[in-house]
Every structure is written in C-alpha cells, then in structure tokens.
C-alpha cells in the first residue's frame, strides 16, 4: 500500500516542551509539505521540501524546525517558542515541488499543548 | 484575506440530489486547480483537479466546472450521498498552492 503516514493520531504536551511529529510517505514523492489547519481557516503552509537536505520556509514557520535527511520522512518540531502550537497538523506530499500535481495528505496530528 | 474562498459555509443538500460547491480564486495566472474533500479528524483527500485549459472534467459522480472569465470553480456531486458528508475545499495553484477555507456539506435525510 503506497501512502502518507503519520504519528501519533493524537498528542499531548506540556507548554514548554517542544515536540516531533512524524510524517512518512512510500510514494516516492520528491516534495514534502507541513500544514497547519485551525477551524475556520483554510491550511497554513509551514515548512517544504522539494528535495532531500534542502527544506524552505512557508508562510508560518516561526516556533517550527523540520529536517530532510531522507526521502521518505519529514519531521516537524514544535518549539516552545511557537505561541499558540495547538492545532490540527498535515503533511503532504507531492511528485515534484512546481505545484502542477496534487498533493496528497497524511491523516493528520492533533496536537494539544497545555 | 484569502485569494481562494467559498461562497457558502454551509451547503445542506437533500440526499440523492446534486450539490454545487462553489470557490472564487484571484490570480488569473492559476494555471491548476484542485479539490479536495476532508472528513472530520481525517487528512484532505484529493477528489479531481483540472488544468486552466480545459473548461470541465468529469469524474465518478463530480464534476469539476472552471470559468477563468470570472475566475469561478465548481464541484458538481451528483445524488448525492450520507458518505459526501464532509468540508470540501478548493486550491488554486501557480508559484504556490492557495487553499479555501472550505465548504461544509450537509446531507439531509
């Protein structure tokens, strides 16, 4: 079965703690993409990665890390300088990075920080 | 604001009829465009997409409608089911991807 995983479903944290969630993808995608999605807005690109070791800012990547060591995995930190970390987490990935392919979604992290 | 959005937030939709989903996009540059459809707690699945040369697609029970003089896409499902419950989303692609808010579709038994 080809696809996007990603670990844990749901996660809980302590403020001040950072945390990694997980994304893996065995579609041999080139492209990988961090999201974050909060009711009523539309999703909010936070990191990507268009090739291994090579990863670009999106539009909300304060309080974030990512890495690209391999292709088939994208990892996101949440530091604890990201204000307000509680949210619904996506990873996506795509063929290529020129935006001309779909990108295809991972279940998602809920991340709950208190 | 957002350069892709949605008319309604809220479509409620009588099973076995059709719904029509709408989304406005901004950049006449757009050249790609998705939808996508996302259950509660799950990741966006992609439904179809169609590129700014072509005008319609279709595919099982959707149909995608592109009017680039307007700069308006529409998600046809037709007969619709219990199972399209879901917030549709559209996305406009250029140098970058822009999603929609999203579409709550609501099916009424």
């Known amino acids: 079965d080809g696809g996007i995983t990603q670990s844990p479903k749901y996660l809980f944290r302590k403020e001040g703690q950072n945390v990694t969630l997980s994304c893996e993808q065995n579609?041999?995608?080139?492209?990988m993409y961090w999201y974050r999605q909060d009711p009523g807005q539309g999703l909010r690109l936070i990191y990507y990665s268009q090739i291994v070791n090579d990863f670009q800012k999106g539009d909300i990547a304060e309080g974030y890390s990512v890495s690209r060591e391999k292709k088939e995995s994208f990892p996101l930190t949440v530091t604890s300088a990201q204000k307000n970390p509680t949210a619904f987490y996506l990873c996506?990935?795509?063929?290529?990075?020129?935006?001309?392919?779909?990108?295809?979604f991972g279940p998602g992290t809920r991340l709950t920080v208190t | 604001g957002e350069s892709v959005g949605l008319h309604l937030p809220t479509l409620s939709v009588q099973e076995g009829d059709n719904s029509i989903i709408n989304c406005a996009y901004s950049?006449?540059?757009?050249?790609?465009f998705i939808w996508y459809k996302q259950e509660s707690g799950k990741g966006p699945q992609f439904i179809i997409d169609i590129r700014s040369n072509m005008d319609k697609r279709q595919g099982q029970r959707v149909t995608v409608l592109l009017n680039k003089t307007v700069k308006h896409l529409s998600l046809q499902i037709a007969a619709t089911q219990p199972g399209d419950s879901a917030v549709y989303f559209c996305?406009?692609?250029?140098?970058?991807?822009?999603f929609g808010k999203g579409t709550r579709l609501h099916i009424l038994p």
């Open positions: 950049n006449s540059a757009s050249d790609y």
């Open positions: 996305a406009e692609c250029y140098d970058k991807i822009i």
């Open positions: 579609l041999n995608h080139d492209a």
């Open positions: 996506a990935s795509s063929i290529t990075g020129d935006n001309t392919y779909e990108q295809y």
